[in-house]
């Protein structure tokens, strides 16, 4: 079940101004206009090299435009930060391949990514305050990990590893989530419990989904932008897209090069 989407009024959260990004010549980012509303959850898709991973690279640091901005709701210019820097501003990013703490519990993992002042002795000595305790037991259950709490992470599976890395994602409750093909490697259930939990947080918070699974798009997309060599090439809701004959065009001429 999708949730509804967000008001038409509601205010950018993060936008970007005419960015381009450039790679020994390779323009993977062309004069880029995009923008997310508050508790909005988009999906980006579209054929491999269509930019999709550069842009989130863009907009948490790794990678710095040639020309253009990043702006986000207080007018703070993004592409002027360091990576730190726009994790405090409220962006947290899940990259493809799962980044955890593998020699540590999946409780600590958790611990070591809530905000606040505190060190890892403390931590690891689980000398935290009572708030900090449940604001963990609180993410440990939402990302179904709670059975494993004590359990080191590089146990896991590579499922449950997206998932406990989402929930370190999610725990430092940021006003932008940059998720990377989450899906990926999870089990159709995994998948399924995902999107509901995805549909579940936009109301606090936006969410930027890129994705390959295009049944997993189909059942919990609201809006849909696809990239096309660096730049968007449209952008509404999942029946709008199908319905797009250059959408159309460009995937079916990749089916066909991949076939041949």
């Not at 959850?41 to 999709?52: Q, V, Y």
């Not at 995994?190 to 918070?205: A, R, S, Y």
Request: net charge negative; proline share 3%; glycine share 8%.
């Amino acid at each position: 079940m999708v949730a509804a989407s967000p008001s038409p009024t509601s205010p950018k959260v993060l936008w970007t101004e005419d960015v381009s990004v450039e790679f020994s010549g390779f323009k993977a980012v062309q004069d880029l206009k995009f923008s997310m509303s508050r508790g909005e959850l988009r999906f980006l898709i579209g054929p491999n090299g269509a930019g999709k991973t550069t842009l989130l690279d863009t907009i948490c640091g790794r990678v710095k435009p040639s020309r253009g901005r990043v702006l986000m709701q207080d007018g703070t210019d993004l592409t002027r930060l360091q990576e730190h820097q726009i994790v405090g501003k409220g962006v947290a990013r899940k990259f493809q391949t799962p980044s955890v703490f593998h020699s540590l519990s999946v409780w600590d993992n958790l611990s070591l990514s809530l905000r606040g002042p505190r060190g890892l002795i403390a931590t690891l000595r689980s000398k935290m305050g009572q708030a900090q305790n449940e604001e963990t037991q609180k993410w440990l259950e939402t990302i179904r990990l709670q059975e494993q709490a004590q359990t080191l992470a590089g146990a896991l599976s590579h499922g449950q590893k997206q998932w406990l890395e989402i929930g370190m994602a999610l725990i430092q409750k940021p006003d932008v989530l940059l998720l990377d093909e989450p899906a990926a490697g999870m089990t159709d259930q995994e998948t399924d419990e995902l999107g509901q939990l995805l549909g579940t947080l936009e109301e606090h918070q936006s969410i930027l989904v890129v994705e390959h699974d295009m049944e997993f798009v189909r059942r919990y997309a609201q809006t849909v932008t696809v990239m096309h060599e660096g730049k968007i090439l449209c952008e509404g809701s999942m029946e709008e897209v199908q319905a797009n004959e250059r959408v159309a065009e460009v995937y079916l001429q990749r089916r066909v090069h991949a076939e041949s």
